[in-house]
């Protein structure tokens, strides 16, 4: 109690201006209202101070829910937060390793996704960092899991669409999805189902070529101008009413998203047409019928195919949401123009046998100028 | 639960009784786990919660005091903060604005502070809140027929509530569906009819 008393008269000298502080001052600990001896108790430099077991298992608990840069100070509207020598007191005297590993582990997944150079690679269970020169929208691959991404959002890679709309699409197919499900289903499926088992019954007879695209006579298509690419919007919506609007509105979504999914649906099955090209090489090769390196060219144009095709896939969200003008003309022009040489890339590849390998490489060479044509403006040096 | 959740609210229950005397506010333990405790607090004058009791539930997580208790109002309550139905709370400090220092006599003064000054830009309830801010008078008249009947507040209650809320529960419906329907349409007993249940 007399110690008490002369901690207490012993504060401040204002005269002499010589702080003299009480040896070991008792103290309540805000947390835990319990009163604490110690003459350094635990304090970050707003100075509230609190007992060391509080301040403990604060950061443990702040820790196991995921925190590690922004442990804030226990008292009320104090925004000063603990820094890491701070944290790092509690974890070593005494020694408690459980603590400090899940505090380093989120320092670090702190540390490198507010780096602007470094990304976590988004592959499943890969705990690779990715390095990149430049902060920047571009694909990169993972050398730990192959995983290609985009350095920017970290979404499987997107070119020509840029980040933000890639985004919104995504969002938005996967919101509507549903809907556009059950109207495909619902509709064009329902109205051609002749032809859809003609031409599951009729593989190998002959067909009228039709295009799968718009089902329309394949004759109008031809070479001359693809146009099934491209929406053709009605000139008139804008004075009609809204229900009209909506339903234009739904129909130019589900255009583009019939296509996005088409194309997606096609890497997969070429996916696997590509392993049985992998066949087909060895039978022709222990047939006598050229060496395995005559046939590489097939797998050059299996890969070549996915790539064009995944690139095409990916222009769809970026017509669906540009503004009409002579730029998206000519994008959607030399979208028809890649469109129609990968299908007739996928064709030849398909009937293998009917032919020449200069055709297909030609048809190759032809289909990776217009890729790389319609990606010329996106790609930044 | 940790040791330091038990002793600090043994501890915060004995500072409450000492010092809160003259607050119009109370915490009382439910069972021996010190998990569950039960508040109450004074409608705060010149509002129309005024002179109501109104009955908290506290939840204490097994992390107290670096995690927020729950805190909700058993009693039920016409407050664009504090849901209509069941009584959850929109208050910062039982959030992200938690602190460990703040302790249940600081909630619930932070509480009795809420009922004097709603926040109708962050609300619990969208009905009450749409309510308060277009259309203050029937806010008030709800807010204090609502701690009448429900928290026991004084005063001559209201004629037209009173009657409109008889003409509705004399068609069969319960008590708090029908008041709960009149509130949120403004004391309309077409819209009332309505929209009931």
């Known amino acids: ?381 | 639960m940790c040791s330091i959740a038990a002793t600090r609210i043994q501890r915060e229950l004995k500072d409450i009784k000492s010092e809160c005397s003259g607050q119009n506010i109370k915490i009382e333990l439910h069972n021996d786990q010190f998990d569950l405790l039960k508040g109450e607090i004074v409608g705060p004058p010149g509002t129309p919660y005024q002179g109501g009791i109104f009955k908290l539930s506290i939840k204490i997580p097994e992390t107290y005091p670096f995690n927020p208790p729950k805190v909700s109002f058993d009693t039920k309550i016409w407050h664009p903060n504090i849901s209509s139905v069941t009584g959850a709370i929109c208050l910062d400090i039982l959030k992200d604005q938690w602190a460990a220092a703040l302790t249940l006599r600081t909630v619930l003064l932070s509480l009795q502070a809420l009922l004097s000054a709603a926040e109708p830009d962050d609300p619990q309830d969208a009905v009450v809140a749409r309510q308060y801010k277009e259309n203050r008078s029937a806010f008030i008249k709800t807010a204090k027929f609502w701690a009448q009947i429900y928290a026991n507040a004084p005063g001559q209650r209201d004629g037209d509530c009173v009657e409109k809320l008889k003409k509705v529960t004399e068609m069969g419906f319960y008590r708090d569906i029908s008041l709960q329907a009149l509130s949120s349409n403004s004391w309309s007993l077409a819209d009332a009819l309505d929209n009931i249940g």
Request: hydrophobic share 30%; aromatic share 12%.
């Open chain 1, 1 to 381: 109690k007399l110690l008490d008393e002369s901690g207490v008269q012993s504060n401040p000298d204002s005269r002499s201006g010589v702080k003299t502080k009480p040896p070991h001052p008792q103290k309540t600990c805000g947390v835990c209202l319990e009163s604490f001896h110690t003459s350094k108790p635990p304090a970050l430099g707003c100075g509230h101070q609190f007992c060391q077991r509080c301040w403990k298992q604060h950061i443990e608990f702040a820790v196991k829910d995921g925190m590690s840069q922004g442990i804030p100070c226990m008292e009320q509207k104090c925004n000063l937060l603990c820094h890491f020598d701070f944290v790092r007191q509690f974890y070593t005297l005494p020694q408690d390793p459980s603590l400090e590993a899940a505090y380093n582990a989120h320092l670090f997944r702190i540390s490198v996704s507010s780096h602007y150079q470094l990304r976590f690679c988004p592959g499943v269970d890969c705990t690779y960092v990715i390095y990149g020169e430049t902060p920047k929208p571009r694909k990169v691959q993972c050398t730990g899991c192959k995983t290609t991404f985009c350095f920017d959002c970290g979404t499987p890679p997107h070119i020509p669409t840029n980040c933000e709309t890639i985004k919104k699409w995504l969002t938005k197919c996967a919101d509507d999805s549903e809907t556009a499900n059950y109207i495909s289903a619902n509709t064009k499926d329902d109205k051609l189902p002749s032809t859809q088992s003609l031409i599951r019954e009729t593989k190998n007879t002959f067909i009228p070529d039709f295009c799968w695209m718009c089902m329309g006579d394949w004759k109008n298509h031809g070479n001359s101008y693809y146009e099934c690419s491209r929406y053709k919007e009605n000139p008139l919506i804008a004075s009609t009413n809204s229900q009209h609007q909506a339903r234009e509105a739904l129909k130019k979504y589900l255009f583009y998203f019939q296509r996005w999914e088409n194309h997606n649906r096609s890497l997969h099955l070429e996916a696997q047409a590509r392993s049985q090209i992998q066949q087909q090489i060895e039978e022709k090769v222990n047939s006598n019928q050229g060496t395995w390196i005559d046939w590489q060219y097939l797998l050059r144009a299996g890969e070549l195919l996915a790539k064009c095709r995944y690139t095409l896939q990916y222009t769809y969200p970026h017509v669906y949401y540009a503004e009409s003008g002579p730029e998206k003309t000519l994008f959607e022009y030399q979208q028809a123009q890649l469109e129609v040489e990968i299908e007739g890339l996928a064709w030849k590849l398909e009937h293998v046998g009917d032919y020449q390998r200069g055709d297909v490489e030609n048809q190759m060479d032809v289909s990776e100028k217009r890729r790389q044509t319609l990606l010329a403006r996106f790609v930044t040096a």
